[in-house]
């Protein structure tokens, strides 16, 4: 379930990216055009990639109550971290994109 968690909150970020005001906040520039809408569809699609990954390794049911956990979990730490540590996050959120796949290949 590592791998999933990560390709959530990866997902997450990128759909917190895809806002003008947090794009800006966080990467201190103005998005260029077509950005935001690129992040905003890889977001949704990293999103459902990790819930597929969910239910394939735990099955509908209890892949659906993780899924929907780790989603609860990735938007309480990007909450709460926002404001604190956004640059950590950032950090984090290219751990995630590097880390969760190569962790679903090797069915982490």
């Known amino acids: 379930m590592l791998s999933v968690a990560l390709i959530t909150f990866a997902g997450l970020v990128a759909l ?34 990790s819930l597929i990954l969910a239910v394939n390794i735990r099955g509908l049911a209890f892949g659906l109550v993780e899924w929907f956990a780790l989603v609860m979990a990735g938007l309480t730490l990007w909450v709460f971290g926002l404001p604190y540590q956004p640059r950590l996050l950032l950090g984090l959120a290219l751990v995630s994109v590097l880390l969760g796949p190569v962790l679903a290949v090797l069915g982490v």
């Open 16 to 49: 917190c990216l895809a806002m003008e005001k947090h794009f800006g906040e966080l990467l201190k520039r103005k998005p260029k055009p077509g950005q935001l809408p690129a992040l905003r569809w890889a977001g949704w699609a990293l999103l459902v990639l």
